[in-house]
C-alpha cells in the first residue's frame, strides 16, 4: 500500500521474494550493467542513478502517518548497491529521519560493486542500516559467466562475499540452473557448490534459466547458438550442485515459479532428503517431458 505513494516508481520493478513486506524505494532506474546474455529485467531501461535529494522528496509526499508504518525498506532497482557509498549514506539518513520505524535496508549488488567499496566503506553503510545484500552469483564458473556476459569472476564473487561478512551483512545469492547449457553443466554445478562452499552465505537459491523474447539468449538458443540442457540434465545438476556443497546452515531454497520442483531446507542438515527427492522426481521423468512440482518444503513424493 505504501508504494501506492511512490509515483515517480518506474515499472517493471523486481524484489526478492523475502522483501514483499517492504517498502520499495527505487534509487536507480535500471541495472548499471544490463550486459547479461540470459536477463530481460532491465533492457528496457536506461540506467540512471537518483540524487539522494530527489529520494527525500519523494519521501515527503508520504504522508507522515504512513511512513510511520514502515520497518523494511528494499531500495531498486537492478544493483542500487554500485551507488557511491556517500550517496547510499545519504540515502540511510534520510531513511532515519522520516522511517523512524524502520529496521534496515536491503539491496541488490553486483560482487563488483561489493568490492569497489573499501572495508571501511562496506562497515559504515552496514552501520548506517544497510542489512541484506541480494547476490546474483549466477555461476561459480569463469567460464559460464564470461560466456554470458555477466561481469566478474569466481574470484571476484568469493573476494566480495568475505568482504561483506567481515562489515556483517546477511547473504543472500542466487544461482541459474541450465545457465551452462549442455556443454558447461557439469563444470556449472560443481564450481557453483565451489564457490557457495567457499563463503556459505546465510541464504541460497536457485532459479531455472527461461528464455525471454527481450533477452540476447533467446536468439541464441533458436539460431543453435546456445544448447539448453534437457529439463532432465538441469534436475542432474539440481541434484549434483546440492550434492556437492559441504557449508553448514545454509537456508536453502528452491521455490521460484521458473523451477521444476519446489525445495526447502537447511544444508547440510536436509540435504539427504533434498537429494532423494530431486533424485526421484528424475527417475519419474524423462527428456523435457515433466510436469513442475511444487513441494512447498514437503521433501517426499
Ligand atoms: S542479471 Fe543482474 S547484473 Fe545482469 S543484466 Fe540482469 S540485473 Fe543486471
Redesign the pocket.
Known sequence: MMNEFFMNLQEPVFRPPREHDALIVQATSG?S????LF?A??KAKKFRAKKPAEIEAEIVSVPAPFRGGVSKIFLAD??AFCLESSDLLEIAAIFKKYFVNNRFISVYA?PLDITAKSPEELKALRAAGYKNLYI?L?SGSDRVLHTMK?AGSFKDSERAMNMAHEAGFVLSVTILLGIGGKKYRGEHAAESARLIDACAPRFVSTLTTTLYEGAPLYNMVKTGEFEMPENCDIIEEHYNFIEAINADRIIYRSNHVSNFIGLEGVLSRDKKNLLHTLSRFKEVNSGNNFIKLKTGGNYEI
Open positions: 541495472c550493467r544490463n550486459s547479461c536477463c529485467m532491465y537492478g544493483n553486483n546474483g549466477e555477466k
